[in-house]
T-cell receptor, first 110, second 114 residues
Framework: SQKIEQNSEALNIQEGKTATLTCNYT??????LQWYRQDPGRGPVFLLL???NEKEKRKERLKVTFDTTLKQSLFHITASQPADSATYLC?????????WGAGTKLIIKP | KAGVTQTPRYLIKTRGQQVTLSCSPI?????VSWYQQTPGQGLQFLFE???????NKGNFPGRFSGRQFSNSRSEMNVSTLELGDSALYLC?????????????FGPGTRLTVT
């Protein structure tokens, strides 16, 4: 069956460093992959979408890579700030629905 | 442009009751999806509506139902509530479909079943 895995444990990063989050999937050949940010008690907020024919996508301090051979996406936040602390979710396209990972909680320490 | 709105924001119900949640999508968005989120779980897909038609349904019992109106507003209903239905219910709208377009989420409805 289709499966998406994200780091289940919280990721603690020192302010100013680069945070890297991982999204792995199996039994899938998604055409798109999306990353969202979710703060406690709120709905997810869209960050980036990357297509299968794109190796890398950037937006300000954010960078996403998509390796269809490894079946993996990496999400990077450079020059991280405490305000970047949140849970980050990856989602892959399914049949008229997005399939979601459980999310990784990122904590940026000052 | 106004964002996705959901009402009510918080709800407390008793086992066996039913509940109706409402979602107003972003203007011009025709697709509305509903999700259930519980602590430690990823978003669990309930169903998606597009132009008043249910286009896809997740793996939830028939107690969970929904509908979409001609103005794209959507409602979901849960009948015969169980304690396990306590969760954050999120709706999301997108321009046309769910795969290739980003979804815009509402703030959610926090449902507590006692």
């Amino acid at each position: 069956s289709q499966k998406i895995e994200q780091n289940s444990e919280a990721l603690n990063i020192q302010e100013g460093k680069t945070a890297t989050l991982t999204c792995n999937y199996t039994n899938y050949s998604p055409a798109y992959l999306q990353w969202y940010r979710q703060d406690p008690g709120r709905g997810p907020v869209f960050l980036l979408l990357i297509r299968e024919n794109e190796k890398e996508k950037r937006k300000e301090r954010l960078k996403v890579t998509f390796d269809t051979t490894l079946k993996q996406s990496l999400f990077h936040i450079t020059a991280s700030q405490p305000a970047d602390s949140a849970t980050y979710l990856c989602a892959l396209d399914g049949n008229y629905q997005l399939i979601w990972g459980a999310g990784t909680k990122l904590i940026i320490k000052p | 442009k106004a964002g996705v709105t959901q009402t009510p924001r918080y709800l407390i119900k008793t086992r066996g009751q039913q509940v109706t949640l409402s979602c107003s999508p972003i203007s011009g968005h025709r697709s509305v999806s509903w999700y259930q989120q519980t602590p430690g779980q990823g978003l669990q897909f309930l169903f998606e509506y597009f132009s008043e038609t249910q286009r896809n349904k997740g793996n939830f019992p028939g107690r969970f139902s929904g509908r979409q109106f001609s103005n794209s507003r959507s409602e979901m209903n849960v009948s015969t509530l169980e304690l396990g239905d306590s969760a954050l219910y999120l709706c999301a709208s997108s321009r046309d479909g769910t795969e290739s377009y980003e979804q815009y989420f509402g703030p959610g409805t926090r449902l507590t079943v006692t």
